[in-house]
């Protein structure tokens, strides 16, 4: 959908305009009762911004232009820990981040990256909008950050290598991969005897590049929009992971609006994240073909074996243990039964 030539575009143009954007303010949002800022760490053609700048346009005529909210898109203002320090003082209204990174300060929210839990999407959603969503959500709010009730989608994970393609546990002995910086994921890269390396995406290329790490994981998309193909060689279809991005705001900019003005945010969010959710999935299936033709080799290994080293390991059991035994119920509710 092309996007008109208006404030939203330009503060999506590119990271000098978006930057220097604060300071060249139109009348319209100088006016605003609320100017809010919203950081991610995705480019503008991301679906992710593409459907939150169209909320972005709803919001402000449903407020009649009492709220503006700008984007600051690609890690603009800074990596994921330093934007989410940035969220909870306050200096960031609005971020969207990977559940599985921000449990580094809500435990909880890596839940839904348990290896293998999710069989396909209508199971994902079935789980993140239902009992264990809200569950996630409860524990967000303790921590003084308020999430909306529809995640984004972030997609099924695949391996990426330099070496050689995954076919089983074996491949994945001693293997350098990179992973963000999570206990979850580091946890089960080491059960299954990688050596994994916490980096942050801002830092992926040049890591893959000058061989920190010889391998990685993330979905097809987002291989894509980092250029991986450039330093990776093959592509291991494991869906060993799903993963989103909450949609989470700084809890007294929040408390700030008033009631109507929180519905027609939260409404209007929640909207484009549904969107966001029926693009990423449509696009995956282009997604293959695509990068094989950037020069990618695929296979889809067996992945029982894989998930039967992580069971013999004791991974299930001890994130059983470390999430507790109601939000583990609550996952089993909808997956079935793990480990």
Wanted: aromatic share 10%; proline share 4%.
């Amino acid at each position: 959908m092309a996007l008109k030539i208006d404030r939203r575009r330009f503060v999506l143009a590119g990271g000098t305009a978006a930057l220097a954007a604060p300071f060249i303010l139109s009348g319209k949002a100088r006016a605003a009762e609320f100017n809010y800022k919203f950081a991610n760490n995705l480019t503008t053609d991301h679906a992710l911004n593409v459907r939150v700048n169209e909320a972005i346009e709803r919001i402000r005529e449903e407020s009649g232009g009492r709220v503006d909210i700008m984007v600051f898109p690609n890690n603009q203002l800074g990596s994921d820990t330093d934007t989410l320090s940035q969220l909870r003082s306050g200096a960031v209204e609005f971020f969207t981040l990977s559940g599985l990174i921000l449990s580094t300060l809500v435990p909880i929210a890596s839940i839904n990256g348990i290896g293998f839990a999710f069989p396909d999407y209508a199971t994902v959603w079935k789980t993140m909008d239902g009992d264990l969503g809200a569950h996630v959500r409860a524990g967000i709010e303790k921590s003084g950050l308020h999430a909306m009730e529809k995640i984004f989608d972030n997609g099924f994970r695949q391996v990426t290598t330099s070496t050689k393609p995954i076919t089983g546990p074996d491949d994945l002995a001693g293997l350098k991969i990179r992973v963000p910086p999570s206990p979850l994921w580091t946890s089960m890269f080491q059960a299954l005897g990688s050596a994994p390396v916490s980096i942050n995406w801002n830092e992926v290329y040049t890591s893959l590049q000058t061989h920190v790490a010889d391998a990685q994981e993330n979905p097809l998309s987002t291989i894509k929009i980092g250029r991986l193909y450039e330093v990776q060689k093959y592509v291991s279809l494991t869906n060993h992971m799903w993963d989103g991005f909450w949609f989470l705001a700084n809890s007294r900019a929040w408390g700030a609006l008033p009631e109507d003005l929180q519905e027609i945010v939260s409404r209007n969010i929640n909207q484009a994240a549904v969107e966001e959710r029926a693009d990423s999935e449509k696009n995956n299936h282009s997604l293959r073909a695509e990068l094989e033709g950037l020069g990618l080799t695929f296979n889809a290994p067996d992945t029982g074996p894989i998930r039967e080293k992580l069971r013999s390991a004791g991974f299930y059991d001890q994130w059983k243990k470390e999430y507790g035994e109601e939000a583990w119920a609550l996952l089993e509710q909808t997956t079935g039964k793990l480990g």
